[in-house]
Each structure stands twice: as C-alpha cells, then as structure tokens.
C-alpha cells in the first residue's frame, strides 16, 4: 500500500504530538515501592532479508516485553516480523511491542504507518549494533531514539521520546537518583509562559493522574531538571517530542524504575552512525532524523560514515569493506544494521586454493556511485 495513504489522518497526529510534548520538570514526588513483576514474552519470528537470517542468540530474559539480549561482540538482538491486522497502526504496534514509530517507518518504507492493511508483513527492527560508549548502565543514544540498558551481561533496548530541535535533550555524563511512582509535575515558568502565550491556563502543580504528562512512573537524575519518565499520550515515544526529558511507554517505565538501582550511571550520547564488529564481521547502522531525508542530511551522513569508517579501520586493520552495501545503508539510513565487510583473513580462509589471495581493491573513503562508477569490488580500509 503507498505508504501517506491517509495523510489527513497523519497530519492530525502531528498536531496532537506538538500539541502534548513531554513537558519536564524540577518535581517533588513519592518513591517508587513494590516489586520487579515480568510482562508477556515476545516471539522471535522468521527473519526480515539477508541481514536477518544471520543466526544469533535469542533473548537471554523473555520474562519482559524489552528482553535481555545477548552480547555479541559489538552487536545484539535480531530482526522479528509480524503479520498486522486490518485495525493496526505503527503508532498500536509501537505501543504494543515497545517499538519507536520512526523506527517502524524507517524500517518498513512501503508500508502506510496507519493503514498497513490486513495480512501484512512487517520488520520488527530488533538488531542493533551498540552504540560507541561505556557498556554500562543506561546509555541514551538520541540519534536513534533509543535507551540501552546494560545488565546481567547483556543489554535491553527501549525507545525512548527526546527533546526537540527547539528544546534538545542535554548530552551528558549523569546519573540516577531516585525511582519516583505516580509523580506530581511542577512546570517550570517557561512552559507556563509557553502555554500563557497560547491563550492556555496550565497549573503550578499538575497531581497524579491521566492528565499528568510525566506518566505512571519517573527516574530522576543528576541532570538538574530532567527525568526519565512516562507518558499521558499514546504518541510520541520515539520521536522528537519532549521538552528535553526522556519519554517511555508507561508498560516500559512502569517495570523499569523497580530495577534500576539510585547510582546507575546515564551516559547521553548522539551517534545517527555506528559500527561494529562481530565474529569478524563488520557492521553498519546508519540513522536519519526524521520520516523525512533531505540531501543535506544525507550528505552530512556521508562524511559521518567516511570519518567512522576510516577511524574504525585504523585500529581495526585488514578489513574488507562492501562499498555498495555502505551506499545502501547511507542512501535508505533506516536504522537497520547491515554486513559491510570482514576480516581479510576470513575471507581468504574461505577461498578455494585455487581463487587465490584476497586482493586489496584500494585505500580511497568509500563514495557514491557516481564518484566510482562501475565499482562492485570490497573496499580495503587502510
């Protein structure tokens, strides 16, 4: 189905996002009590495409509807489909499967977020490669949209809404300092301000409730002014939403402010490109900002993915790189990841004796196709 198919329905929800973005706080709240309780497992179905069929690991916890991945070298999870039915929605599945709307829509370009039509298949974007940083705590990658969670040796992955262009979530080095149930939220002046200008009456104090946009449940942290917290809306998770704070499911939130201990560690990093290695194998995900993909963006992807790459290569040495492979993950940045190159040594292991060595095809960054064209050979990075 033409993906915009009902885009009167699509510009109503935006205006209902703009119109309910997280709204952050400095709050006075009741701590968090009770007990870690598990949510229903997710099945792992066959596999989206090539990248898919990859064999990995299943979830090392399937008590949660966020499982604990498995670490693989610098990668985890893997890609799930679904079947939707005649009523779903991006935004449903999202809720349902704690899945982000962009990265449904990145990850499935020909499908009508809104109308996918009954007896539909769709990716479940669950590989990722991990972002490049301390594996530890959380680690909020605002590029992606996504919270990692590193525990038990493994890691959980939740979508998270962030801050807009206008109001952009802070980069930071924080921490935990207090799970927080039914929060009350104080906003601060300026939103007050925000919603006097608009002709609105917004209280100094919003209690507990449905009509409280901080959710069921909160984490506080070092960051003054910033929580990781729920939601009163059903939109907005994975997207550019909030006011600077970090949005999750309230199904999400609920079960992880009763694990993650006061102390924990909250780095917030921006990588839209990240790489790694997993049992020789190189691999590249790539992430644009929005539904949309201007040529400046892409462009700034490009020189991202060359800097990466040759950074990467330097400590990495005799890697064979798949130079039209890298061109797809820049030209769709969708979010999935994909097998750029591999070891020479594996590769040449492979050969037949009689193929001969494995032959370096050049130094130069990889380009697009119009910089080399012709060129199907891997890329030999330094």
């Given at each position: 189905m033409v993906k915009n198919l009902n885009s009167g329905f699509a510009l109503m929800i935006t205006g209902?996002?703009?119109?309910?973005?997280?709204?952050?706080?400095?709050?006075?709240e009741t701590p968090q009590t009770g007990q870690a309780r598990g949510g229903t497992p997710l099945e792992s179905p066959a596999q989206a495409n090539d990248n898919a069929s990859?064999?990995?690991?299943?979830?090392?916890?399937s008590r949660s509807r966020s499982p604990v991945w498995v670490l693989e070298g610098d990668l985890a999870g893997k890609l799930q489909m679904m079947t939707t039915r005649y009523e779903d929605t991006f935004a449903e599945i999202g809720t349902q499967r704690s899945l982000g709307y962009l990265e449904l829509?990145?990850?499935?370009?020909?499908?009508?977020?809104?109308?996918?039509?009954?007896?539909?298949?769709?990716?479940?974007?669950?590989?990722?490669?991990?972002?490049?940083?301390?594996?530890?705590?959380?680690?909020?990658?605002?590029?992606?949209?996504?919270?990692?969670?590193?525990?038990?040796?493994?890691?959980?992955?939740?979508?998270?809404?962030?801050?807009?262009?206008?109001?952009?979530?802070?980069?930071?080095?924080?921490?935990?300092?207090m799970g927080l149930e039914s929060p009350a939220w104080y906003p601060p002046a300026s939103i007050r301000a925000e919603y006097e200008a608009s002709g609105e009456y917004l209280p100094r104090m919003i209690p507990p409730g449905p009509e409280n946009p901080l959710g069921s449940h909160a984490l506080m942290l070092s960051e003054d002014g910033y929580l990781i917290h729920g939601t009163n809306k059903g939109f907005g998770v994975g997207m550019q939403v909030s006011h600077g704070c970090f949005r999750m499911y309230n199904d999400d939130i609920s079960r992880f402010v009763k694990e993650v201990p006061k102390g924990t560690p909250v780095q917030v990093i921006h990588q839209p490109v990240k790489v790694g290695l997993r049992n020789g194998q190189l691999?590249?995900?790539?992430?644009?900002?929005?539904?949309?993909?201007?040529?400046?963006?892409?462009?700034?992807?490009?020189?991202?993915?060359?800097?990466?790459?040759?950074?990467?290569?330097?400590?990495?040495?005799?890697?064979?790189?798949?130079?039209?492979?890298?061109?797809?993950?820049?030209?769709?940045?969708d979010g999935v990841p994909r097998m750029i190159g591999e070891r020479v040594t594996q590769l040449a292991s492979r050969d037949d004796d009689s193929a001969g060595p494995t032959k370096s095809v050049g130094t130069e960054p990889v380009g697009r196709s119009s910089d080399n064209p012709g060129s199907t050979s891997p890329q030999r990075w330094f």
């Open positions: 209902l996002l703009a119109w309910s973005a997280a709204l952050c706080v400095s709050a006075q990859e064999e990995n690991p299943g979830p090392k916890d829509v990145k990850a499935n370009p020909e499908v009508d977020p809104w109308l996918p039509g009954d007896g539909t298949r769709i990716t479940l974007p669950r590989k990722y490669v991990l972002p490049d940083s301390r594996r530890e705590g959380i680690v909020i990658n605002l590029a992606e949209y996504r919270l990692y969670y590193f525990r038990d040796g493994g890691v959980q992955v939740f979508p998270v809404g962030v801050g807009t262009e206008d109001n952009p979530s802070p980069l930071t080095d924080a921490e935990v300092t691999w590249l995900e790539v992430h644009r900002a929005k539904e949309e993909y201007p040529d400046d963006e892409k462009e700034r992807l490009w020189q991202q993915v060359n800097k990466v790459l040759e950074a990467y290569s330097e400590d990495n040495k005799g890697l064979e790189i798949q130079r039209r492979v890298v061109e797809q993950a820049v030209d769709q940045a």
